[in-house]
Antibody, heavy 121, light 107 residues
């Protein structure tokens, strides 16, 4: 079964750093892009960025460029979303998602279960 | 970035109704348009890709149409499990922007 399993909920303070993870299984991890999507409480979906684990090619939305870092560890089939300086406005649910076709940034047909990140002093 | 605008933002409908949601792109995206359904507390699920192609396992009462800048998601014979929020998304280029969502509520 193809699936993405994300790390658990996090509670952090402003200014702290955080890395959340997304582990892929049931498919060739290095052949498919993996994207990250933010959903703030009660709000819509926002496309943050996407990485191709095969060569670490990474694309960011201008809204998130410089605010987060996306990376991947091929041997353990895991993608990451990292913050260096968390803000209260980073409080949100974060989803990883995989596009349908290998090597192509198309529709996301596989989604992780989401990681809730809460930033509070 | 390509801007995606959905309408309406919300609608009320009854079981058995036909529902239409529209999505407009700020520039031509050919048929690089996807539709997702999201229920409270759950991850989004892909319904339609490439504007009109039904994802495997999705009921045939869901259909999509359009090309260029204007797209439509239609749900015929609305079922109780269809009450949810629907999002369009373009994958013509990055960032793969989403529409703001349309909440379908029970009348």
């Amino acid at each position: 079964e193809v699936q993405l399993v994300q790390s658990g909920a996090e509670v952090k303070k402003p200014g702290e750093s955080l890395k959340i993870s997304c582990k892929g299984s049931g498919y060739s991890f290095t052949s498919h892009w993996i994207g990250w999507v933010r959903q703030m409480p009660g709000k819509g979906l926002e496309w943050m960025g996407i990485i191709y684990p095969g060569d670490s090619d990474t694309r960011y939305s201008p809204s998130f460029q410089g605010q987060v870092t996306i990376s991947a560890d091929k041997p353990i089939s895991t993608a990451y979303l990292h913050w260096n300086n968390l803000k209260a406005s980073d409080t949100a649910m974060y989803y990883c998602a995989r596009p349908m076709r290998a090597g192509t940034i198309d529709a996301f047909d596989i989604w992780g279960q989401g990681t809730m990140v809460t930033i509070s002093s | 970035d390509i801007q995606m605008t959905q309408s309406p933002s919300s609608l009320s409908a009854s079981v058995g109704d036909r529902v239409t949601i529209t999505c407009r792109a700020s520039q031509s995206i050919t048929t690089s348009l996807n539709w997702y359904q999201q229920k409270p507390g759950k991850a989004p699920q892909l319904l339609i890709y490439a504007a009109s192609r039904l994802q495997t396992g999705v009921p045939s009462r869901f259909s999509g149409s359009g090309s260029g800048t204007d797209f439509t998601l239609t749900i015929t014979n609305l079922q109780p499990e269809d009450f949810a929020t629907y999002y369009c998304q373009q994958n013509y280029n990055t960032p793969g922007t989403f529409g703001q969502g349309t909440k379908v509520e029970i009348k």
